[in-house]
């Protein structure tokens, strides 16, 4: 069975500063997503990761993928108030299968 | 409409009850799917439907029981549920890729079902 594991799952943030959210994973798969979930809201998609060595950046995120470790990480840049919200990765399983990790929440202080 | 809408947004039941959630997307995707999101547990598959054809049943109790008439539509009929079926109940869907190429199954959710079981 396929495990995916977060850490850590509360990050508190001061503005400006870096920060990294590490997404293990127990099976083999070379298809990770990440995806961010505000209060009150549904889950939006941020990164789609296809292969081994995969990165993506979209503004102060970035999120790369090592498949030969089974670890994903999600890469914070200067910390902004607006990045405040619960950020899941998911592991893709042949057959339409996600399993998500139990979510990291992020808080950034001002 | 765009994306995926999902009705009610907030329900109350009682454990003798019968109701249903339902889903819709308007993406022109062929995959739905039905998460359970609650305060203990990570987000928990519980069906998948590609092309109208039930593909996942995650172990599901009974009393949960899907139904997809067209790709477009999903619902998920409750009867006689527990207190712990309290939680946040999310509809997504996909465009299902082709099975032999190699590609992305990226889910767009609906902003979810909240669901209390009195």
């Known amino acids: 069975e396929l495990k995916v594991e977060q850490n850590p799952l509360f990050l508190s943030m001061q503005e400006g500063k870096n920060y990294t959210i590490y997404c293990n994973y127990s099976?083999?798969?070379?298809?990770l997503y990440w995806y961010r979930q505000d209060p009150g809201k549904s889950l939006e998609s941020l990164f789609v990761?296809?292969?081994?060595?995969a990165v993506k950046q979209e503004g102060r995120l970035m999120a790369s993928l090592d498949t030969k470790a089974r670890l994903s990480t999600l890469h914070i840049t200067a910390a902004v108030h607006d990045l405040s919200a619960t950020y899941f990765c998911?592991?893709?399983?042949?057959?339409?299968?996600?399993?998500f990790g139990a979510g990291t929440i992020l808080r950034v202080k001002s | 409409e765009t994306g995926v809408t999902q009705t009610p947004r907030h329900l109350v039941m009682g454990m003798t009850n019968k109701k249903s959630l339902k889903c819709e997307q308007h993406?022109?995707?062929?995959?739905m799917y039905w998460y359970k999101q609650s305060a203990k547990k990570p987000l928990e598959l519980m069906f998948v439907?590609?092309?109208?054809?039930?593909?996942e049943n995650n172990s599901v109790p009974s009393r949960f029981s899907p139904e997809c008439p067209n790709s477009s539509h999903l619902f998920l009929h409750l009867h006689t549920l527990q207190p712990e079926d309290s939680a946040l109940y999310l509809c997504?869907?996909?465009?299902?890729?082709?099975?032999?190429?190699?590609?992305?199954?990226?889910?767009?959710f609906g902003a979810g079902s909240r669901l209390t079981v009195l």
């Open positions: 997504a869907s996909s465009q299902d890729r082709d099975r032999g190429v190699y590609g992305a199954n990226v889910l767009t």
């Open positions: 099976t083999t798969s070379d298809r």
């Open positions: 990761l296809l292969s081994n060595g």
């Open positions: 998911a592991v893709d399983m042949w057959g339409n299968k996600l399993v």
């Open positions: 993406l022109g995707h062929n995959a």
């Open positions: 439907y590609s092309l109208e054809e039930r593909v």
